[in-house]
């Protein structure tokens, strides 16, 4: 566990580049079920696979890394899904991966305030990803599913941190509360020496993940955003999450439901309908 920042964005990048990327407990049942079901029946597919795991950022993370390691050269398209990474990799050599997969909960069980921690994020990263796939069913994006998982890997860099810095991600979410104006990046660098935002964006290139993945979670790009509806859907849906995580009362909730509508086509009524409908929750 680090207790201390590292000096610049280089040596974070390189540091979490060599980390391993742990996984829910959950995700490692699923799999062992899929695992003696392709043994026994051969019936497992990568659809199967991405529905168990689809829900965990931190495997759709290290699966995708892992597809991008194993790219062949000839190879003209990216793996920018699970069910295309499991695919490129073929089931009996994904199942081989999962044999060196650790969990989070043994991770952290001596740090439950590092636990609750990425709970927050895991749950907020969940929320982010149904309004985006929410938002691209809605105008029929041909990419919906890449936009979903956009969004559920947009926070993966805050993720890593409590998982294998939990003092210093501690200090970051101490320090908001204490002063909820102070802006992330600003309380980022003050602890880390870098933005949780360019760390992620360094090891995504790194790693040499799909490059719409890369472009699709940059949320620097804010001219650009407003040219490509894919980028402005997925930091919308992200921002939302952020915006909402307390309730529906956030001051900056009425800006928000503004541009979404725009994004969408629709009322102002029909937006904040639809985006409750989203969240299961009555209007």
């Known amino acids: ?50 529905e168990a795991v689809g829900d965990d950022p931190l495997m759709t993370l290290r699966l995708l890394v892992q597809a991008a390691q194993q790219r062949h050269a000839r190879q003209i398209t990216d793996a920018e899904t699970v069910t295309a990474a499991v695919m490129m990799m073929g089931i009996a050599p994904f199942f081989r991966s999962c044999t060196e997969l650790a969990a989070v909960e043994p991770l952290l069980a001596a740090h439950p305030q590092a636990w609750a921690g990425l709970q927050h994020v895991l749950r907020r990263s969940h929320r982010a990803a149904q309004f985006a796939i929410g938002f691209a069913v809605h105008r029929m994006e041909d990419d919906a599913a890449v936009m979903r998982q956009a969004a559920l890997l947009h926070d993966f860099a805050e993720m890593l941190l409590w998982c294998h810095a939990p003092a210093l991600a501690a200090e970051i979410a101490a320090r908001q509360r204490a002063d909820p104006a102070l802006r992330s990046e600003a309380v980022q660098r003050e602890v880390l020496n870098v933005s949780l935002l360019e760390l992620e964006q360094s090891l995504m290139r790194a790693w040499h993940l799909p490059e719409l993945l890369i472009r699709l979670t940059d949320d620097r790009a804010e001219g650009v955003a ?58």
């Open 1 to 50: 566990m680090l207790t201390q920042p590292l000096t610049d964005l280089s040596a974070w990048t390189a540091h979490f580049r060599q980390a391993p990327i742990p996984v829910l407990e959950a995700t490692l049942e699923e799999l062992a079920l899929l695992a003696q079901a392709e043994e026994e029946h051969g019936n497992v597919d990568a659809h199967r696979v991405s």
């Open 226 to 283: 407003l040219i490509y509806p894919q980028m402005r859907l997925v930091k919308l849906a992200v921002q939302l999450a952020r915006h909402t995580e307390q309730g529906w009362n956030n001051a900056a909730l009425p800006d928000d439901l503004s541009e979404i509508a725009d994004l969408l086509n629709l009322s102002q009524a029909a937006t904040k309908r639809l985006l409750h409908d989203i969240d299961d929750i009555d209007a």
